[in-house]
Each structure stands twice: as C-alpha cells, then as structure tokens.
C-alpha cells in the first residue's frame, strides 16, 4: 500500500508539471475536456465549437496530402507554406521561365496554373469511432499474418461503404497502438491550382543555413486554389472548372500576435513515437536514425554534384533536394536532442512506473502483463527487419525502376476481385497512380537518374548477401547499365501510363529493361510484404493491449492521454513565446530589420530588390506590430506541432487567421519522440508580413480583397 501510494504520489507531482506545458496534440472530440485549460491560457471561443466539424474554424482546415492548409476566401483560396506548393512551382518551371527563383503571381483566375498532378485538396467531414467494426473477427487464436489480413479486410469494407458516397476519400487510422480505430471522411477536390507563391528571396530565405533555427526570417507561405465542376461536384481539372465555395473560411485578424498571446493551430501531423518503448527507442538512435542521416546526407550530395552547373536539371531535382536537405538535418537535431535531455533514462524510468503498476496488482498483470513481454520480444526482430529495409528501399531512386515494380503490382493485383487487392493498387486508387506516374516528367533526366542509381546499388549492396535480391541482381548482370537507359521506353508519359492496363504477362513477355527489373524482384517484394505482414500483426495484438494498461496508468494519476500523431486531425495550443538557452535570449518575433541585415545578395541570403527597397524606406503601410515598431516576419509560439503541421493555420483566441506554422528548432525536434517543454517552440511565418510582401512586394491586391484584407474599391 505505501508503495503504492508513493509512487503515484509521485506521478501525480509529474502530472503536475505536465499540465503546465502545451503538451498534445489532441482529437477535436477531446477538446471539452480541456476546455478549461484552454480559456484560462486565452482562447476566446466556446471550446464545444473547435470539437464540431461542420462550423468554423474546423471546418475551414483542409489537409494536401502530407501538408495542412486553410481556406482564407469564400472562392476557395487556400493558404499553406511555399514549401508544400514546392512542387508545383518546380512542375510548372523551366529554365527560361523559373518561378523557383522569381516566385509566381497569377493576376487574375484565368491565369492560375494546373499543380503538379497528384495534387488534392482534402476537406475534413467527419471523424466517428469505428473500433467495433475493425475488431469483429479478431481474436487471440489469429497469427500474426491472419491477424493482420482480418484487419485490412475490415479496414477497407468500411473505407468501400463511406466512399459510395460520391467525390469522398475515406481512410482508417489506428490510435493508441491499435486499441481504438477511427474513420476520416474528406471531400476529396481534384482541381487544385497554383496562385501565388513568393519568390526564393522570401519563400526561402536563408534556405538550409537557416532551416530549423532561430532567428528566422523566412516567409514560407503560398496559395492553392480548389476548384470544382460547375454543379459542385469533384473532378479533374477542366477548363470550364469553378472555384470550389467552402462553407466557411478563416477571417484574417486585424490585429497581430503579441508576446504572451494565446495561439493554437489546426493541421494534420503526421507521425510521433512519444508511447515507444524504451527499448524502441534506444534501436532508432544508436542504429537507425544514424544509418539513415549518413543515407540521406550521401544522396544530397550526389545530387549537388550530378546536378552542379545544370540549371534545368537543378529544376527538376530541387523538391527531392529540399526535402532531403530538410530531413537529414532533422534526424541531426533528434540524435543531438535525444543526448541532451537523456532520452534513455527518461523512458526507462517512465516505463518502470508503468511496469510496476501493472505488477502491484494480480488484475493488471493478468490483463497487460503477457502484452508488456510479447512487444519487448518484438523490438529486435522488427529492428533488424527496418534497417535491411532503409537499403532495400533505395533502389527506388531509379525512377523508372519504381515506375515498373508500380506497374508490374498493379497487373498482378488487377488479376483479383478489387476487394482482394492490396491498398494503393485498387480502383479507388488509379487516378493518384496516374498523377503519380505523369508527374514524374517534371522530375526525371536519365543522366542523372543513372548517377544517382549506380550510387544507389553501392549502398544496396552493402547489404548481406541473403538480405540481397539474387533475381534482381542477376537480371542486373545481364541488362548492364547502359542498355538499361537507353533501352527503355518507359521515360515517354504516354508510354509509361499505357503500361497501366496491359496484363501482368504482358511484362513478362517485355524487352523493356526496368520491367525485366521489375518482373525480377516481384517474388522477394511479395514475400518480404508477407513477413512484414506478420510482424504487424503480432505488433497490434501486443501493442494495443499494451496501450490499454499505459491510458489506464495515466487514467489513475489524472493525466489526460492524447494519441500520438497520424495524420489525422488535431489541435494543439500555446502561447507565443521566446526561450533563454545557455547565455542567449531568443526573443519572440523577428523583424524586417533583422532580415535585411542578413541580407547579402548572394546565395540563399538573397531577398528581391523590391522587398530590400521596401525595408530600407520603411515602407511597412499598415502591417507595423506597435509593440515592435516595426514589421514582424515570424514568430515563435510554445505549441506542439510536428511534421504533416506544415502550412497549419494559426489562430488566436477568437479563432483568426494570424500567421503559418512551419517549422520548428532544431533542439526542440526531440518532441517528436519525447516532449520537452523547456526546448519545444514552433516557427510561424506572421501574417503581417505575408500580407505586406502579398502587398508592397509582389502586388498581389486582387488576392488580399478575396480574402477582405483591402477594400474592394483600393486599385
């Protein structure tokens, strides 16, 4: 009994200091239970509304597929970050007409451009707990293969019934290891154009010197535009296409942020791993997350190089590049961060209380104790299985191989009933493979493909012999990698979707090479997907029993319990905030004048001419913070964001649109396994200042009377 009561006498003090940190990102349908907390930090609105998607704000927040955005006009003009309209601005780019370094404005709807194909715009409808209905079928007597096919099954008979409903895309997401499952329903809108999106100067400045740090003065935001068949319904792009009209849309606050202001943002995170266990953890950052920095650093580096001197080519490869560049630093800021706040200790200490409150009483053992052994017994067989996958997948970068073994599985699957199929080669699936296939043209040169291919196979055959495709490698052997490119047809668009309707003998009749590749690592792809099947399905059996005890625990010392991310809605709030670390003081906003001291004219500090005018006469109109006497650029704020966050609206407390989400630093990215309040700060770009550049800079009017900034009878 004493032991009992201290420790959680104990865990209530952590509880404690918990609940004076921005922890969580949190199910609108768990809003009410923090309602309390959220107006005391400031939130203005009734907290029922933000657990309601069908009125504003929520219902104005649209996911990209990867990115968040918001709707900010009734003619569906969506804001996001420059970033996640990267690729569309590179797909409509060339040489002799580079939006990549000038940025692009259409002046008027007639001019907005079609985004790189595969570009959605995604409009939350509903989220309801379906755990029941995944689970029927389930039970102990499954294997881990059997379990998990039970599951899929199940996973997509709801998916088919929510998707008779016209233009809807309908997915089911596990929560709590497992133990609960949720149905998303979206509008799904097919036309999305570009509008308007800064150029490099302001989109990016600073580019990867400054990535992840702060002081940042990067005005990473951009618009889409959705747009509809003139009946409202969704279909691909058409001239005679409309603007898509939202039922609500976010109103731009007149009045900015100041230090201390109560913030939160509405998005779509894409993945955590704060309930892993301590042994999870300790594999990821002595072994994985290591292997697969040195992995990504090596490939930016070859495309630096294959690319050097190459402006078209530099085009076509710049949203692999950045995405890269953005992740290996990440994974720089995780290894650092995980020593920092020593993350091993943390989560064994944390797991031992978890641990000995099951053991205290003979009912949590019987009912959590066998799941605590059966996940434990997993971590190695699952670690090994990923970092023979980090070099298996790098085959990949040959884009016309990853085109094949796509086109090869679809014939294969397309041999089944379209329930039977694998997800992601069923018919609800073709349009996106298309887009996926086409949009490969803006990004592909067989010259550098082959570079970065032949590096590819370095990497791959590090590999153990056994772990090694023998068909592919022979195949390889025999192909060479000269007739590889210039034998194949399938970097021709027409050539390479034609491909999707043949049938799977069809390929394996082909002289095509990469199909020959294709045809050849089918087998060990199957196979390999059969094991990792298993896996999967011996991991939820014990993991969601696992996560059961673990919200019971937390249950019994008072702690709310939010799922870890992915990719489903949530909101999370804060204040915005700076931070003091180690003898500096990062204080919370950034300014126009800070930006032009960075200011060089060279390289990835180069702001355009108009914006450096602007600063140096002081030219900031109506966008000046009183406060700050001068034009804020970004702000920091304590919220609790992570990747899939990017391009999030940020909102104050009457629920207004003041600024982006998109980024955060380098020593807080830690949160994505553990949080720490003392390190965590997100990096918003302020709306101020994307309205002065929308404004001074670009002459983007048009756009700012949309969304009600100007009046409509400003010229």
């Not at 009125?55 to 996640?84: D, E, K, M, W, Y």
């Not at 940042?216 to 319904?233: L, Q, W």
């Not at 990698?481 to 394996?508: M, Q, S």
Request: hydrophobic share 40%; proline share 4%.
């Amino acid at each position: 009994m004493n032991s009992n009561f201290s420790r959680l006498a104990q865990a209530t003090a952590m509880n404690l200091l918990w609940t004076s940190a921005n922890e969580g990102m949190w199910m609108p349908a768990q809003i009410t239970e923090l309602g309390a907390a959220m107006r005391a930090n400031g939130l203005q609105l009734d907290p029922a509304q933000l657990s309601r998607l069908d009125t504003a704000p929520l219902n104005a927040i649209v996911s990209l597929g990867g990115c968040s955005a918001s709707f900010v006009s009734p003619q569906g003009l969506v804001a996001t970050n420059r970033h996640c309209v990267l690729e569309s601005i590179q797909y409509n780019s060339k040489e002799s007409q580079d939006y990549l370094t000038k940025g692009f404005l259409a002046k008027s709807l007639g001019e907005e451009l079609p985004a790189v194909p595969g570009s959605r715009i995604y409009v939350i409808e509903d989220i309801r707990d379906v755990t029941a209905d995944m689970l029927k079928g389930v039970s102990d007597k499954l294997n881990g293969f059997a379990r998990y096919e039970r599951l899929d099954r199940n996973r997509k008979a709801l998916i088919a019934a929510c998707e008779e409903q016209p233009n809807r895309r309908c997915d089911v997401e596990s929560y709590y290891g497992g133990a609960s499952y949720y149905l998303q329903q979206k509008l799904e809108i097919q036309d999305v154009r570009l509008v308007y999106a800064p150029a490099l100067g302001i989109g990016n400045f600073g580019g990867e010197t400054d990535n992840w740090t702060w002081p940042r003065h990067t005005g990473d935001f951009g618009f889409y535009r959705a747009y509809v068949a003139p009946d409202g319904s969704s279909r691909p792009y058409a001239r005679d296409n409309v603007p898509y009209r939202p039922k609500s849309w976010l109103r731009i606050a007149s009045k900015g942020v100041q230090d201390g202001d109560f913030v939160m943002v509405v998005g779509f995170p894409g993945k955590t791993n704060r309930f892993r266990t301590a042994d999870e953890v300790r594999f990821n950052f002595a072994r994985y997350e290591p292997l697969l920095q040195h992995l990504l650093s090596d490939y930016a580096a070859q495309i630096n190089q294959t690319t050097a001197g190459n402006r078209e080519a530099q085009i076509r490869y710049a949203s692999i590049l950045q995405g890269v560049e953005n992740y290996k630093k990440k994974l720089a800021g995780d290894l650092a961060g995980a020593n920092a706040i020593g993350l091993d200790v943390r989560k064994a200490i944390e797991e031992k209380a978890y641990h000995d409150w099951v053991a205290d009483d003979p009912a949590r053992q019987a009912r959590y104790g066998a799941a605590i052994g059966e996940l434990g017994a997993m971590v190695d067989e699952n670690s090994q299985a990923s970092l023979e996958g980090l070099r298996q997948a790098l085959l990949n970068r040959a884009q016309m191989l990853s085109s094949a073994r796509t086109l090869y599985r679809w014939a294969k699957e397309h041999e089944k009933l379209d329930e039977d199929r694998e997800r992601g080669f069923q018919d609800r699936d073709r349009n996106q493979t298309v887009d996926q296939l086409t949009q490969i043209e803006r990004g592909y040169l067989p010259d550098i493909d082959r570079k970065l291919f032949e590096a590819a196979l370095d990497e791959y055959r590090r590999l153990d012999a056994k772990d090694r495709d023998t068909a592919f490698e022979t195949a390889l052997d025999q192909i060479g990698l000269d007739r590889l490119y210039a034998e194949t047809k399938l970097a021709d668009t027409a050539t390479r979707l034609g491909w999707l309707d043949k049938p799977a003998a069809a390929f394996e009749a082909s002289d095509d090479p990469f199909i020959k590749l294709a045809v050849a690592l089918y087998p060990g792809d199957i196979a390999a997907e059969r094991a990792a099947k298993d896996r999967a399905g011996r991991a939820q059996a014990a993991r969601a029993t696992y996560m059961q005890g673990l919200r019971a625990y937390w249950q019994a010392i008072g702690r709310p319990v939010y799922p870890d991310a992915n990719g489903s809605l949530r909101i999370t709030w804060g204040k915005v905030s700076g931070r003091t670390r180690d003898g500096q003081i990062w204080t919370p906003f950034t300014t126009a004048e800070g930006l032009l001291a960075k200011h060089t004219g060279k390289g990835e500090f180069d702001a355009p001419a108009a914006a450096v005018a602007a600063i140096r006469a002081k030219n900031y109109g109506p966008y000046v913070a009183p406060e700050l006497g001068t034009l804020p650029v970004d702000f920091m704020s304590t919220v609790d964001i992570t990747n899939g966050n990017s391009g999030s609206a940020t909102l104050n407390g009457r629920g207004e649109f003041v600024g982006l989400a998109f980024d955060g630093t380098l020593d807080g990215v830690i949160s994505d396994w553990a949080y720490a309040a003392d390190r965590s700060r997100s990096i918003h770009v302020d709306s101020r200042f994307m309205l002065w550049t929308m404004d001074k800079i670009d002459g983007a009017a048009w756009l700012l009377k949309e969304m009600g900034v100007l009046p409509a009878s400003r010229s």
